[in-house]
């Protein structure tokens, strides 16, 4: 372990007292967090970036504020400070825009905190050091590369399951984010790391292609269940509002052709209902 790089630790300091405004003003969290329709509709895009200065509590910025001090400094102290901001917030960047991506039809989704941005850190750490090793110190300790494709497997099964008050998608996409970004930046790293690289790379797209086969998967919760009829909630209103439209055409049609008076009952009904 080794002391914070100056942009690790301004990073830290800004996280920690944003953070802390956070949790003495519900109002502050509010609006400065991940919110879906306040960064669709109210084009707050701020929010993909500020709200990973915020945490929901203590434990969980003590989780994340742990983590970022075992990969901060060596990747920053590999990379330089300039490529080390790049990367920090190219991955919360990236993590919040594939949350939004997949949460786009959840209007009051909202999320906050750094994991994104942390999940980048690990991930470029990997594909920085293929010797490292990532774990509970002291309890158990696994190969970079193992944890990297064990990560992804379990983002993956979190996403589709929605395991957890955890924003599996914002930890998965921030990591590939790193580590792509950390690739980009030193494109060697490819030859010398490829099996670390791979183990990550692989599973991550084979679970976005299933994704892209089947979107109704999100919902469902499995990627593996065909769901031909799927759905989504606007789906349903879409589809129930071109019927209603339907009706109200036939309906008109045939007042044009026989009149007022050749409609049923049942159907005066209906056409007083679907005038509203």
Known sequence: MTEFG????????????????????????????????????????YRLLTSGLLHTGWPHLLMNVLTFYYFSSVVELLVGYRN????????????????????????EYTAVGASGAISGLVFAAIALM??????????????GWLYGLLYVVFCAYGITKRLGNIGHDAHLGGGLVGLLTVVAMQ?????????AIGAIMLPALAFFALLIKKPGALALGNVFTPAPDYQTVDDQYQTQL????????????????????????????QLERLSK
Not at 12 to 19: N, R, Y
Not at 84 to 92: E, V
């Open 6 to 45: 100056i942009i690790g630790l301004a990073i830290l300091i800004v996280t920690l007292l944003v953070s802390y405004q956070g949790f003495k003003n519900p109002e502050y969290l509010d609006q400065y967090a991940f919110r879906v329709k306040d960064i669709l509709y109210g084009r707050q895009y």
């Open 84 to 107: 080390y901001a790049i990367i920090y917030f190219a991955s919360l960047l990236g993590g919040n825009l594939l949350s939004l991506l997949l949460h786009r039809r959840e209007s």
């Open 130 to 143: 293929p010797e490292v090793e990532v774990g509970i110190p002291g309890v158990l300790m696994v190969p």
């Open 187 to 195: 494109p060697a790293l490819l030859r010398i790391n490829y099996l």
């Open 242 to 269: 071109r019927q209603q439209e339907d009706d109200l055409d036939k309906l008109l049609d045939k007042i044009s052709h026989k009149g007022l008076e050749s409609l049923s009952a049942r159907e005066k009904k």
